[in-house]
Antibody, heavy 122, light 110 residues
């Protein structure tokens, strides 16, 4: 059964960093890319980046380069998204999402985590 | 700032059909057939409705259909039902090998 279980709500000060975890099933971890998508309150979806759980390779949208780090722990089939230099406009629900295809990353997200609210406020 | 454009809202009566457009460029929609559509109800995670422009994942009603012409992709919802009232987002693969979402369209069932 495919499951993506994320860590809980985070409250951060501007300038801080946040690290969100996404625990996946073994089949997902060994066969599919994981992407990160965020959604600010009342706004649309914003693609942030991807990570290959098997190789550790990662790629991100240009606007997040230098601030976004995506990693994984193979021993516990968990991927992580760390965003640094937080600003108030980083306040959003952050989702991890599984790529549909096993053969690559085409940005088709068939399973999603439950979302993690990150609130940035002074 | 999304590189794709969608109408902010569309509406229809139960039983009618509505079509949502998603317009991009030759660097995304027009350049590749890696286009998907998502439905999102308030407070819920998005749900994949369409991938590969026209394909539906298992369990998705055939009332949802996708198409593409040039730089514009479209999602059609046939036989509109009250539970179809939601936000709909298109997504595309880009020439930078990144993903991009449209700004979303609110569908209202009158």
């Amino acid at each position: 059964q495919v499951q993506l279980v994320q860590s809980g709500t985070e409250v951060k000060r501007p300038g801080a960093s946040v690290k969100v975890s996404c625990k996946t099933s073994v089949d997902t971890f060994t066969g599919h890319y994981i992407n990160w998508v965020r959604q600010a309150p009342g706004q649309g979806l914003e693609w942030m980046g991807w990570v290959s759980p098997i190789t550790g390779d990662a790629g991100s949208a240009q606007k997040f380069q230098g601030r976004l780090t995506m990693t994984r722990d193979t021993s516990i089939t968990t991927v992580y998204m760390e965003l640094s230099g937080l600003r108030s406009d980083d306040t959003a629900v952050y989702y991890c999402a599984k790529e549909y295809y096993a053969s690559g990353n085409y940005y088709y997200f068939d399973y999603w985590g439950q979302g993690t609210l990150v609130s940035v406020s002074s | 700032q999304s590189a794709l454009t969608q109408p902010a809202s569309v509406s229809g009566s139960p039983g009618q059909s509505v079509t949502i457009s998603c317009t991009g460029t030759t660097s995304d929609i027009g350049g590749y057939d890696y286009i998907s559509w998502y439905q999102q109800h308030p407070g819920k995670a998005p749900r994949l409705l369409i991938y590969d422009v026209t394909s539906r994942p298992s369990g998705i009603s055939d009332r949802f259909s996708g198409s593409k012409s040039g730089n514009t992709a479209s999602l059609t919802i046939s036989e509109l039902q009250t539970e179809d009232e939601a936000d709909y987002f298109c997504s595309a693969f880009t020439s930078s090998a990144t993903g991009v979402f449209g700004p979303g369209t609110r569908v209202t069932v009158l």
